[in-house]
């Protein structure tokens, strides 16, 4: 069973960058065939797919996020991150790290999420 937990600080002031990390136990991100996904959820709205980490490293952006998103992994952590920049408000959301089979919404496991708050 693939277990996923977001960490991160849950309140970031506008201009500044977010940064959250994805732990993952009971499989290897490294394993073919996977998408490490970043999803978020703003108050009131659908789900929203960020972008994602492959199993090789490669690394797929929202073209609506692209610009101010950034994806990495530690391999030795079996850890992937987000880091979005030039917050704003607009950007207040509860985040989900994920595994999925493609680039989108859907997933296969994910984690429980993490409310992020854009405010000064």
């Known amino acids: 069973q693939v277990q996923l937990q977001e960490s991160g600080p849950g309140l970031v002031k506008p201009s500044q960058t977010l940064s959250l990390t994805c732990t993952v136990s009971?499989?290897?991100?490294?394993?073919?065939?996977?998408?490490w996904s970043w999803i978020r959820q703003p108050p009131g709205k659908g789900l929203e797919w960020m972008g994602a980490?492959?199993?090789?490293?490669?690394?797929y952006y929202s073209p609506s996020l692209k610009s101010r998103t950034s994806i990495s992994r530690d391999t030795s952590k079996n850890q992937f991150t987000l880091q979005l920049s030039s917050v704003t408000p607009e950007d207040t959301a509860v985040y989900y790290c994920?595994?999925?089979?493609?680039?989108?919404?859907?997933?296969?496991?994910r984690g429980q999420g993490t409310q992020v708050t854009v405010s000064s």
């Open positions: 009971g499989g290897s991100i490294r394993t073919g065939g996977y998408y």
């Open positions: 994920a595994r999925a089979k493609g680039r989108g919404v859907l997933y296969e496991y």
């Open positions: 980490i492959g199993s090789s490293g490669s690394t």
